[in-house]
């Protein structure tokens, strides 16, 4: 260790001479501005900003400030490389450097500075008396305030830095070998000669530049000896992780995109061999738009194959949350924009930071052509470490495809966690080899580098330390300077070669951590859950006019829709784990959503149906009828005035089967007469099917199927049963639900009041009240006649924080699992507690309905806005709140409006699918515009459990697109009628490519589903 102390000490001393002080600190002026303000701060005159000096004060979250100065060169920069320092109050917490700067000089954009990246290059051969105009951009996000800002000139010797990571990277090698290896004594003694050599006495440059010279040649050893073992090879690709949001808001975002792009196009150039990989398009939409000087320089570098494009979505969005059509559409825009705009087909799904990946996953991969798929997340399991990191991934329809998991990790690390995003030294090259479980099946492995999540990406010293770690060191595994993409098909055709020896992981892949971002700040799930269903809706509506009525299909308008959609599907934004201010911009976003989606949608709509009349639009691909909503009165005898939890009121109309893909007149339609009769008070509800009492508190105390003949709840227990817990977690309070949250809970039982507010004849109703602490709990729960499902609105004014609410239902059933809805199908998860992978599911994801059951009876709970639950057994509980305080104060806070439904079947998986679909797709009530008479059905699809997921324009031409698929998980042959004037039909995929004739026969496709299976199709007239 002495000797190591020694060469560390003696190597510092070297690195002060690389950046050598020319005793010049550039006289800079500061102003403030806002984001809005970059056009008239770049062409100000700067006369009126302010002399910075050290006492400056400045910085605030969210904050842009500019600070513009002229370099002059000093005497002593003649013939010198001169770089500029900046000197600021640099902090480094999660993920972020604060402040950021962008940096121009003499007007071009030069790169960006950070606290990594400090220094910027002026000239490579300095003439004294030459002059740089120097403006920087600085954005600040965190809440401290910055004292003082300066730049500083230096000259920068390139040969002495080049010794330096000469001895300094075999030297990082040598200190993590065992004390008895003798590769660590071969280094550290020739590290020893090499450095004695160097002459560090001032005064004589000629002698200090030989002893280098010498020094350097002395080093060649270390890299020309011969290791007396089999190096692995580790594949190294440059990389920035960039969240859209997260602790700063989009807007700073884009501003951190082009810092690390300029950083990236700076280091390009002075670093020939340097490869760089990025992946989300929004974010290079976002700098084609801000910044087209660098957009055209980054398309020049991915023509020079510098510069790798890879990764197939939109972004990098939660896939847990977001609904299946809205995963296509991640998949479809990505690709579609890599192609268009760098003539690149990417082929992989990069996700290293979301937060569990779901089952359904591959088969959306495997039918758009993508074989990769590539995280880190999973080694921050909590409690059990994946027993495999490469391995081909099995979804819920039999796809499978490849899955790679990085095992980055400094290399004395005692935990399993990985990085995507390590300062690389080689201490990361030997830990990927080190943490990586299959040495057996490959000697190649794969890591990206660079300063991620706030961005920055790679450094000068990442670069030089590959450099030498590519030259090789003895006991440090041979790294390549290359592509991503190269490596993964030298993979993918070592997998397809032998693939009985990689394993196979079926089903999803849980997360074991981060379980509280499937309910953190609710508001934004279910502006999500109402985005998807509107887009379904109007995109419907907008193939019915276009197809019936020769209206122009709004293509641009839906694609301005769905780009707001899957902008707040990203990671940190929909799984509520961003900072208030990022969802000030989403719910502005949301707002300018819905304004136009209303918009768009009553004018589609009254194509479609006479002026003055109302017509009802079924979006399904079954006929359907069912109560149907007005907000004002239907003028219909038959008609019945509705409460809502929050104190609105709407109207309701049974109405008779509408047609599948239809808009039928309300005026010719049939209105049915309920059904049977209903009971109410306010103890109990019921109808010919159910019977529901509720106790003192105003939970459940019984469901009497009277069809079965059993009741649904557990002796003496209650359902609906409204519990709030302690949410402190240890670590993320946003992000994470800790398995001991249920060591303190508190009944929410305080009933304010019980009321009837309706009694028929098409539904009944009791209204609760209940208090929790500063908070208000209104529940309006009902029962329509002919029903077997209790529905639930409810309206909660919460004033709580760290507490986490979820309802309680003890179901008196015999099974140990729970069939959760995922996209495009569902999964079956144990309810038991047998293993630690079981124990750790202790809170899991659905989308709109979870069910549990015997074959022959079931209860599932449906729902039109949460996406977590948890079961024990046969205690299933929704989770419908949490409340962090962190990183938002005031997360969850104020008004919420939701609704949750339990539904009694017989075992029919179908029914409870449908269920769901309307629960939350009902028939929709709307307003005639200059329409003639409602067109003819687009499609009906007559085989049960195949539903349409989407009907949209096709992406080129004028077909139509429509997606179906299997919902229970049986293999059917399926028969679809059209329209008579569809003459054409295609097999497509994802992309809408690759398509496949299909007979039409009597005006029907015959199409066979295998379980789960999405199905594509165009139709052209």
Known sequence: MKAIRKLDNLLAHLAERIFLPLGVEVPLAFAPASAADRAAMLASDRKAWVAVDRNLVWGEPDGYYWFGGTAVLPTAAEGRRVVCRVEAAFGNVMGRSDPQCLVRVDGRIRQGVDGNHREFLLTESGRAGEQFDILIEAGTIEDRRQLGFACALF???????????????????????????????????????AIDMVDLRPGNPARFRASIAAAKAAAAQIYAASDFEAKPTIVATGHTHIDVAWLWRVRETRQKMARSMATALALMEEFPDYR?????????????????????????????????????????????????????????????????????????????????????????????????????????????????????????????????????????????????????????????WRRHGQQNLSNELFLVYGHGDGGGGPTREMLHNIRRMERGIPGCPKVVHAPMRPFFERLLTRMKGDPARYPIWVGELYAEFHRGTLTSVAKNKRNNRLAETALREIETLAVLAAHNCGEVYPAEELRALWDIVLLNQFHDILPGSSIGAVYEDSDAGYAEFFARANALSARLAGRLAPAGSKALFNVAGRPRGSLVVSPGSFGRPQEQKLVLADGGEVYGLLVSAVPALAVVDLAGHGVHAPAGALSVSERHIENEHLSVRFDDAGRIASILDRKAGREVLK????????????????????????????????????????????????????????????????????????????????????????????????????????????????????????????????????????????????????????????????????TLLRSPTYPWPEADQGEHRFRYAVMVHDGDKLAVHEAAEDFNLPLRLVEGGEGGEPPPPLLSVETPGIVVEAVKQAEEGDGIVVRLWETTGVRRTARIMVDPAISMAELVDLLERDGRPLALEDGALTLAFAPFEIITLILRG
């Open 276 to 432: 760089f990989m990025y992946n989300q398009c929004v974010l290079l939409d976002y700098l084609h738009q801000d910044y087209p000087d660098l957009f055209d320089r980054i398309a020049g570098e991915v023509r020079s194959g510098r510069f790798e494009i890879e990764g197939a979505l939109w972004l990098e969005p939660d896939v847990n949350i977001a609904g299946g059509e809205a995963l296509v559409r991640q998949i479809l825009h990505g690709v579609r924009y890599h192609e268009r705009t760098f003539g690149v087909r990417p082929r992989m799904i990069w996700l290293p930071d979301t937060f569990g990946y779901s089952a359904s996953l591959p088969q959306l991969m495997a039918k758009s052509g993508l074989d990769t798929f590539v995280t880190h997340k999973l080694s921050w399991n909590d409690t059990n470490r994946m027993p495999e990191e490469t391995l081909f991934w099995q979804g819920i329809d039999g796809s499978t495809v490849t899955a790679y998991f990085l095992t980055t990790q400094p290399y004395d690390s005692k935990s399993i966690g990985t990085t995507y995003c390590p300062n690389l030294k080689p201490t990361h090259v030997m830990g990927t």
């Open 155 to 193: 000259a920068h010797d390139r040969v002495v830095e080049d010794l330096y990571y000469d001895l300094k990277v075999p030297l990082d090698v040598a200190r993590l070998l065992a004390e008895d290896d003798p590769r660590r004594h071969f280094i550290l003694n020739a590290i020893g000669a």
């Open 715 to 878: 002796p003496g227990r209650v359902g609906n049963r409204l519990q709030a817990f302690r949410d402190m977690p240890a670590q993320f309070d946003a992000w994470d639900i800790d398995s001991d949250f249920e060591d303190q809970v508190f009944e929410i039982d305080v009933l304010v009041g019980a009321e009837v507010v309706e009694r028929g004849p098409l539904r009944a109703a009791v209204r609760f009240e209940w208090r929790y602490e500063s908070s208000r709990i209104v529940q309006v729960v009902s029962l329509a006649a002919g029903a077997r499902q209790v529905e639930i609105d409810c309206f909660i004014d919460w004033r709580e924080h760290n507490t986490l609410v979820k309802t309680a239902f003890p179901l008196d059933l015999n099974t140990a699992a729970v069939d959760a809805e995922i996209q495009f199908g569902h999964v079956r998860r144990a309810s038991h507690r047998n293993t630690s992978w079981d124990r750790a599911r202790f809170e899991c994801s659905m989308q709109r309905w979870i069910d549990i059951g015997e074959p022959d009876f079931g209860v599932a709970l449906l729902n039109d806005c949460k996406y977590g639950y948890d079961a024990k057994g046969t205690d299933i509980r929704l």
